[in-house]
């Protein structure tokens, strides 16, 4: 295999293949936006992005959920050096969050060790209701500290990129969603 790091963006493509089509993508979102519609009923929301994987997803629910929201962003990611589970906050949310309706958006639910970390920072800052929305929940039969309110695409223990996910930095902008082959996992 070529060195991850310096690999071709084509390089993914050719060691991926598609999960989800740009379509069946599209019509999990519309899914999505009528579940987030029917669970908040016309109140007012705070749309709050994880970045930088929730971007895609945060963009093209916005628009149709027809709700009144404010959009505000974070950015956490897990550390993986020794401790496993470590979160580093490099933007916290600018919105006072408290006593509002939150919906947390991000691209994927893997371990689910982000999620709970922004659903914790949320309930800390004092939101009436913290709801998750992400795009793609990862099947891999880990017992996760938490479930999702919304669930756009059930995707297979592999990873995946596109719509928000990344492979090396490359692909977040894909409108399909694939999933290298194992010879490039390793
Ligand atoms: O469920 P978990 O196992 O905690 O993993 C999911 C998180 O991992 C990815 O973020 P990453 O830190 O790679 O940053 P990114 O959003 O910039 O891609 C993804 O965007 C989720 O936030
Ligand atoms: N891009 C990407 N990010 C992840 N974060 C946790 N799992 C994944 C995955 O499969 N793909």
Redesign the pocket.
Known sequence: MQAAQTASPDHWINQSDVVFTAAEVSAAIDRMAAQLRALVIDQPIILLC??????YLAGHLMSRLALPAKLDYL????YHGTAGQE?VWSKQPELNLADQIVVVV?????????????VQHCQEAGARRVLTA?LTE?DNGLQ?PLQADVIGLTVPNRYVFGC???VYGWW?NLPEIRALTDSECS
């Not at 994880?50 to 971007?55: I, N, S």
């Not at 950015?75 to 897990?78: E, L």
């Not at 991000?106 to 922004?118: C, K």
């Open positions: 994880v970045m930088r994987g929730g971007l950015q956490a990611n897990r979160i991000d691209d994927i639910l893997d371990e689910g060790i982000t999620l709970a970390a922004v992400v990862k996760k928000g996910m990344d977040r």
